[in-house]
Nanobody
């Protein structure tokens, strides 16, 4: 199983980035896909989740600014991030999990840095 996250970088406050997480080795369409982040000195937090039926949930702090989506034909999940804030600076990780009790698979993380 492989999850390859990409798309991070340095952006100014108010800017946008699109993260991608390409997967292999799993039945992508059957998995819940999530994005987590870990900011410097803070614990990891769940940013967004999209179920196999494309139901979505977001961290309150990103609602209205971030959009999670999935393309089952490409086995890829995306995180569109708009109106980025300095507080969004973190390493972003994608996760795949079939259900709450199943093994969770993680990508390697991609760094997002938002400057003021």
């Amino acid at each position: 199983v492989q999850l390859q996250a990409s798309g991070g970088g340095l952006v100014q406050s108010g800017g946008s980035l699109r993260l991608s997480c390409a997967t292999s080795g799993i039945v992508f369409s059957a998995h819940i896909m999530s994005w987590y982040r870990r900011a410097p000195g803070k614990q990891r937090e769940l940013v967004a989740t999209i179920t196999s039926r494309s139901n979505k949930n977001y961290l309150d702090a990103v609602k209205g600014r971030f959009t999670i989506s999935r393309d089952n034909t490409k086995s890829t999940v995306y995180l569109e991030m708009n109106s980025l804030q300095v507080e969004d600076t973190a390493v972003y990780y994608c996760q795949a999990q079939r259900d709450t009790f199943a093994t969770a698979y993680w990508g390697q993380g991609t760094l997002v840095t938002v400057s003021s």
